[in-house]
């Protein structure tokens, strides 16, 4: 799993390359705000398969594997879940390193219970 803060105006695919680091996944599960030719060719580049619904505005769909794609629910119920740390959920630290910290603290937490 990997965790990055970033503004709250920022869009999801500015972080998609960085969220990839140096992995070689199999498949790469995202949601819609992740469907740019650039990234999945990117994905693909790397030997993995995109699990990502084309944006509506897309001439040229991509099939979607929805057995995998159901899979992406993990993540969402875990954000869910660090929300209920009341300290991430309104976001008491001043500074963003403090917050991200806390936000990985959830996250321990979370993991081993």
Known sequence: MELTLTAGQAHDITQAERLLGEHEPDYVIADKAYDSDQFIEQIESRGGRPVIPSRSGRTAPRRLQKKRYRQRNRA??????????????????????????????????????
């Open 76 to 113: 969402e119920r875990f954000v869910n879940r660090i929300k209920h740390f009341r300290r991430v959920a309104t976001r008491y630290e001043k500074t963003a390193r403090n917050f991200l910290g806390f936000v990985q603290f959830a996250s321990l937490f979370c993991w081993i219970t």
